[in-house]
């Protein structure tokens, strides 16, 4: 088991509070990650200020705030700038040659766990 | 002998006395140089009657005491019998007054009985026969002048100073309705005639009779008393006596009411004739035999510039062009008359005498004398076609640019036409795209409403297979549920690539390392005995290709072959370049430039060998949510989103039956 000081601090912003838990359930069960959901994306650059993730999961398709603008907001804080966020979509065919939105990483729902581990660990490692 | 004698006139004694007739016998025969002899003799009128007859006798002397005839009878009857033999009376000394009665009933001359010696007789024979002659003159003279008079259909009259009708002939006694002629005389014209003509007659034979001169060859307008009117060409002449005094007026009058008629008549045609040909806008001329002009109408004058007739005739073609065409022209003229030939509708250019260039269209026809032999002139009709030249010569110019345009205007309608298929294609793109967009906005709604659920299943079931869970079935349940969540999302993805933006990713790509890795994405899907066969050729061209989408389209199409050949058979796949030699199945549906007849192609054969496509469904495979796939087994979406990123590269697609069995499908992009 990792020390809360050694597990990685992932930061979920999706509007599903169902996706959200189960997510957050999931990864922490593996007792590597420590996970801080987020349901409203007009809270998500204040939530991240506080939580400090490692890394950022945001969705894309929220209602009041569109995860592009939420990740505008994160980057353009010196704080999290360099923090690495994977856009989370409904909207996107894994099978479509793109894997990145605007610059950024994303991973087409639903998701395996496994594939969230691997995304997590290629951008922040182990 | 004697030169011949001239014949001596014959003598008739009429007388019953013998011893008289001795005695005259004596007288008549025996005077020296006598012209006369007795040649017979008659003692009874009777027997002197007889002799008349029978005897050519030129003078008679006659004794009026006869034994069958006395006195005064006696001559009367003789000078009936004879009127025109000469009597002379011979008389007793005591009946003076009965000789002289016979005198006044035409005896020529009467003499006493033993008053008479052969010289008087002689004198009295002579001056008998003289005045004989010269009464026969006088009646000869009097009977010609009556004949005339009579039945001359002119109209004479003899006037008296007062204008009175003294004579007039019988042609004038009708045209005054009378019977007799001298119920006219006495009268007067105004009798006769309507009062303006009797009154102006009077005048003319007043100043005649002062003047003493002629009037000659009037033409007089009569109007009759009855209303009829005339014309009467009159000449009136003095009327003297044998001193030269006048006496009166004569005149002789012929009626031309007919020929003032026809006159007339004429007139009014010619008169007819001019205003047509002056009406005529076409030029009109006549030209004696020389090229004078006789005769212009007023549309030639005008065209000559002239003003008046008399400025045009008698002069020629030289007086009005310039030498070198008046030359043209009257060798022209010329030619016509002596060939005798007309020429007709000739189209000549001329400078006319105000210096413009005119078209005419001339007829000249010879104009030949009475018996068709000799050329008088020649009669022209010329009708100035300058305009109708220009118009021609601009409807020429215009129908040229007509054919010009219409070149132009077919050169433009192509243009349209093209512009037209082309818009019909951006238009057809257009409605294609904006289905799409509405198709994409659905599906992405589908896709977050779906997405998200499916997501929350699978972290769901994910966390569920990482838990030691109670019970023989739950390890399988959860991976059905997987499956289950698996399939849901394919079809959602299908949805998503089918509307997904279409912008293509292109690089240069080697289409055999595509279809090599794609047969390895398959792999899993072949449960059954599969065999795959590749025929690749080794060095084909590089293409423009999106590696990701092309990849799409073989998994698609090498997985639904598979599944076409359910347990099993072969997939073959095959690539290879040719040259279009002709339009092929599909290409010609193509907007693309690419496949014209001559480039090169690159190609790529998949064929299983499966149970083939029913011929029906064949045209339907394409369309989104079609599938003959079972329930389950498909999305439906497969071949629309292949054909879709296929046409995306330019290249075509065709699906079709093996002749045998199982479905070939060919792909084309350009090389």
């Given at each position: 088991?990792d020390?809360?000081?050694?597990?990685?601090?992932?930061?979920?912003?999706?509007?599903e509070?169902?996706?959200?838990?189960l997510?957050?359930?999931?990864?922490?069960?593996?007792g590597?990650?420590?996970?801080?959901?987020?349901?409203?994306?007009t809270?998500?650059w204040l939530?991240?200020?506080?939580?400090r993730?490692?890394?950022?999961?945001?969705?894309?398709?929220m209602?009041?705030?569109?995860?592009?603008?939420?990740?505008?907001?994160?980057?353009?804080?010196?704080?999290?700038?360099?923090?690495?966020?994977?856009?989370?979509?409904?909207?996107?065919?894994q099978t479509?040659?793109?894997s990145?939105?605007?610059?950024?990483?994303?991973?087409?729902?639903?998701?395996?766990?496994?594939?969230i581990?691997?995304?997590i660990?290629?951008?922040?490692g182990? | 002998?004697?030169?011949?004698?001239?014949?001596?006139?014959?003598?008739?004694?009429?007388?019953?006395?013998?011893?008289?007739?001795?005695?005259?016998?004596e007288?008549v025969?025996e005077?020296?140089?006598?012209?006369?002899?007795?040649?017979?003799?008659?003692?009874?009128?009777?027997?002197?009657?007889?002799v008349?007859?029978?005897?050519?006798?030129?003078?008679?002397?006659?004794?009026?005491q006869?034994?069958?005839?006395?006195?005064a009878?006696?001559?009367?009857?003789?000078?009936?019998?004879?009127?025109d033999?000469?009597?002379?009376?011979?008389?007793e000394?005591?009946?003076?007054?009965?000789?002289?009665?016979?005198?006044?009933?035409g005896?020529?001359?009467?003499?006493?009985?033993?008053?008479?010696?052969?010289?008087?007789?002689?004198r009295?024979l002579?001056?008998?026969?003289e005045?004989?002659?010269?009464?026969?003159?006088l009646?000869?003279?009097?009977?010609l002048?009556?004949?005339?008079?009579e039945?001359?259909?002119?109209?004479?009259?003899?006037?008296d100073?007062?204008?009175?009708?003294?004579?007039i002939?019988?042609?004038?006694?009708?045209?005054f309705?009378?019977?007799?002629?001298?119920?006219?005389?006495?009268?007067?014209d105004?009798?006769?005639?309507?009062?303006?003509?009797?009154?102006?007659?009077?005048q003319?034979?007043?100043?005649?009779?002062?003047?003493g001169?002629?009037l000659?060859?009037?033409?007089?307008?009569?109007?009759?008393?009855?209303?009829?009117?005339?014309w009467s060409?009159?000449?009136?002449?003095p009327?003297?006596?044998?001193?030269?005094?006048?006496?009166?007026?004569c005149?002789?009058?012929?009626e031309?009411?007919?020929?003032?008629?026809m006159?007339?008549?004429l007139?009014?045609?010619?008169?007819?004739?001019?205003?047509?040909?002056?009406?005529?806008?076409d030029?009109v001329f006549?030209k004696?035999?020389?090229?004078?002009?006789?005769?212009?109408?007023?549309?030639?004058?005008?065209?000559l510039?002239?003003?008046d007739a008399s400025?045009?005739?008698?002069?020629?073609?030289?007086?009005?062009?310039?030498?070198?065409?008046?030359?043209?022209?009257?060798?022209?003229?010329?030619?016509?008359?002596?060939?005798?030939?007309?020429?007709?509708?000739q189209?000549?250019y001329?400078?006319?005498?105000?210096?413009n260039?005119?078209?005419?269209?001339?007829?000249k026809i010879?104009?030949l004398?009475?018996d068709?032999l000799?050329?008088?002139?020649?009669?022209?009709?010329?009708?100035?076609?300058?305009e109708q030249k220009?118009?021609?010569?601009?409807?020429?110019?215009a129908?040229?640019?007509?054919?010009?345009s219409?070149?132009?205007?077919?050169?433009?309608v192509?243009?349209?036409?093209?512009?037209?298929?082309?818009l019909r294609?951006v238009?057809?793109?257009?409605?294609e795209?904006?289905?799409?967009?509405?198709?994409g906005?659905?599906?992405?709604?589908?896709?977050?409403?779906?997405?998200?659920?499916?997501?929350i299943?699978?972290?769901?079931i994910?966390?569920?297979s990482?838990?030691?869970?109670?019970g023989?079935?739950?390890?399988?349940?959860?991976?059905e549920?997987?499956?289950?969540?698996?399939?849901?999302?394919?079809?959602?993805?299908?949805l998503?690539?089918?509307?997904?933006?279409?912008?293509?990713e292109?690089?240069?790509e080697?289409?055999?390392?595509?279809?090599?890795d794609?047969?390895?994405?398959?792999?899993?899907?072949?449960?059954?005995s599969?065999?795959?066969?590749?025929?690749?050729?080794?060095?084909?061209?590089?293409?423009?290709?999106?590696?990701g989408?092309?990849?799409?389209?073989?998994?698609?199409l090498?997985?639904?072959?598979i599944?076409?050949?359910?347990?099993?058979?072969?997939?073959?796949?095959?690539t290879?370049?040719?040259?279009?030699?002709?339009?092929g199945?599909?290409?010609g549906d193509?907007?693309s430039?690419?496949?014209?007849?001559?480039?090169?192609?690159?190609?790529?054969?998949?064929?299983?060998?499966?149970?083939?496509?029913?011929?029906?469904?064949l045209?339907k495979i394409?369309?989104?949510?079609?599938t003959?796939?079972?329930?389950?087994k498909?999305?439906?979406?497969?071949?629309?989103?292949?054909?879709?990123?296929?046409?995306l590269?330019?290249g075509?697609?065709d699906?079709?039956?093996?002749?045998?069995?199982?479905?070939?499908?060919?792909?084309m992009?350009?090389?």
């Open positions: 088991m020390t809360p000081s050694t597990k990685k601090r992932i930061f979920v912003v999706d509007d509070s169902g996706f959200t838990r997510l957050k359930l999931t990864l922490e069960h593996t590597h990650y420590i996970v801080k959901e987020e349901n409203d994306g809270q998500a939530a991240a200020r506080e939580f993730p490692d890394i950022i999961f945001l969705d894309i398709v209602p009041k705030i569109d995860g592009g603008d939420v990740a505008q907001q994160i980057r353009s804080d010196p704080m999290l700038a360099r923090i690495p966020i994977i856009f989370l979509t409904a909207i996107v065919s479509e040659s793109k990145e939105i605007g610059g950024f990483p994303f991973i087409s729902k639903p998701v395996s766990l496994e594939a581990i691997r995304c660990t290629e951008h922040i182990e | 002998m004697s030169s011949p004698r001239p014949a001596k006139h014959r003598v008739l004694v009429v007388e019953d006395n013998p011893g008289d007739v001795f005695l005259l016998r007288m025969n005077e020296p140089n006598s012209r006369f002899l007795v040649t017979a003799e008659a003692g009874r009128l009777e027997q002197a009657m007889e008349l007859k029978s005897e050519q006798v030129d003078v008679v002397l006659l004794d009026l006869l034994p069958d005839s006395h006195g009878d006696t001559f009367t009857i003789l000078h009936g019998a004879a009127p033999v000469p009597i002379i009376v011979l008389s000394s005591d009946d003076e007054e009965l000789a002289l009665e016979t005198v006044q009933l005896a020529h001359e009467y003499l006493v009985k033993g008053r008479v010696d052969g010289h008087l007789l002689h009295a002579r001056y008998a026969l005045r004989a002659r010269s009464e026969m003159q009646a000869r003279e009097r009977d002048l009556h004949t005339l008079l039945n001359i259909p002119d109209r004479i009259y003899f006037k100073r007062q204008s009175r009708f003294i004579r002939n019988r042609a004038l006694t009708a045209l309705g009378l019977e007799r002629a001298d119920e006219a005389y006495g009268k007067t105004a009798d006769f005639y309507g009062a303006d003509h009797a009154g102006e007659a009077l003319d034979e007043r100043r005649l009779m002062e003047t001169e002629p000659l060859g009037k033409v007089e307008f009569e109007t009759m008393a009855d209303g009829r009117k005339t060409l009159t000449t009136k002449l009327l003297r006596d044998r001193k030269g005094r006048i006496i009166g007026t005149g002789i009058s012929r031309i009411t007919e020929i003032k008629e006159e007339e008549q007139a009014t045609e010619r008169n007819l004739l001019r205003a047509v040909i002056d009406n005529l806008p030029l006549l004696d035999a020389e090229g004078h002009y006789l005769l212009d109408n007023a549309a030639h004058l005008r065209w510039g002239a003003h400025e045009v005739r008698g002069r020629t073609l030289f007086d009005f062009f310039s030498d070198e065409i008046a030359t043209r022209l009257h060798a022209d003229d010329m030619e016509v008359a002596a060939s005798r030939l007309p020429k007709l509708n189209e000549e001329v400078i006319d005498p105000q210096g260039l005119r078209w005419r269209l001339t007829s010879p104009w004398d009475n068709g000799c050329t008088v002139g020649l009669v022209c009709i010329s009708r100035d076609i300058t220009l118009a021609e010569a601009s409807l020429k110019q129908n040229a640019e007509l054919a010009a219409r070149e132009e205007l077919l050169r433009a192509e243009e349209v036409k093209f512009a037209h298929s082309e294609d238009q057809l793109q257009l409605i795209a904006e289905k799409m967009k509405s198709i906005r659905l599906s992405a709604g589908v896709a977050h409403e779906v997405k998200n659920p499916l997501a299943l699978k972290m769901g994910d966390f569920l990482g838990q030691k869970l109670e023989e079935h739950t390890s399988m349940i959860l991976k549920m997987n499956d289950a969540l698996a399939r849901a999302d394919g079809v959602i993805r299908g998503l690539d089918f509307s997904a933006p279409k912008q293509l292109v690089k240069r080697n289409l055999n390392k595509i279809i090599v794609g047969l390895k994405l398959v792999r899993g899907e072949m449960k059954g599969f065999e795959i066969e590749r025929d690749l050729q080794p060095n084909l061209p590089p293409l423009d290709l999106d590696a989408k092309i990849s799409q389209v073989f998994v698609n090498f997985t639904n072959a599944h076409a050949m359910g347990e099993g058979g072969t997939l073959s796949v095959r290879f370049t040719k040259q279009l030699t002709g339009v199945a599909n290409v193509s907007r430039e690419s496949f014209r007849v001559g480039r090169n192609i690159v190609v790529a054969e998949i064929d299983d060998t499966g149970n083939g496509i029913p011929e029906d469904k045209a394409f369309e989104p949510f079609y003959t796939k079972p329930t389950g498909g999305t439906g979406l497969g071949l629309s989103v292949v054909k879709t990123i296929v046409d590269h330019g075509t697609i699906i079709r039956n093996l002749h045998d069995a199982g479905v070939r499908v060919t792909l992009f350009q090389a």
